[in-house]
């Protein structure tokens, strides 16, 4: 069965520090990762994408991908308030003619002032 | 910007009765893709479209849900008739091939039903 697991949290930072949140996943062929964000009561909003091994880099935002270790995740710098949300690791399983994703349940992240 | 429209944004219905949403994707976008979200939850496929194919229905209770894109362009997921725990949001988003063959998924703001 195919699998994400995210870290529930909450997860608490203090403004400007780094918010880290990790992702793993089962099926060891799947190619394609993402980071979706999603505020209370809102719907998801891609914010990464990932497919080869190593660093990603948007603005404050760092993906990792290390397929090896089935773990791919989102680094957040200068964390600020209003990156306060639930943060879903999603993945493409392999297989062609298929590009439904499985989402983890989400990391929610608070940034404290 | 484009975006993925939905409607309505929210609908609270009784149990037994019917209700349907309607999505329109990102233009030019092949694929569909309708989710749903429980509180706490990722979102997990209903039923994806190419054009105006299933190509993945797996997931859908076929006894009480119903999609269609007859033109290959908007949907519509249906439910008839509603229970108490089908109370969730309901998620629309839209795919087509990145210059990697990436597909992002880029969704809707998505309706939250309520069962009463």
Redesign the interface.
Known sequence: QKE?EQN?GPLSVPEGAIASLNCTYSDRGSQ?F?W?RQYS??????IM?I?SNGDKEDGRFTAQLNKASQYVSLLIRDSQPSDSATY?C?V?PPGA?????T????TKLSVIP | EAEVAQSPRYKITEKSQAVAFWCDPISGHATLYWYRQILGQGPELLVQFQDESVVDDSQLPKDRFSAERLKGVDSTLKIQPAELGDSAMYLCASSTPGTSGSYEQYFGPGTRLTVT
């Open positions: 994400v529930s394609s993402f979706y009561g809102k719907s998801p909003e891609l994408s497919y879903l999603a493409k003619g298929s590009y439904q994703l989402f983890g349940k989400g």
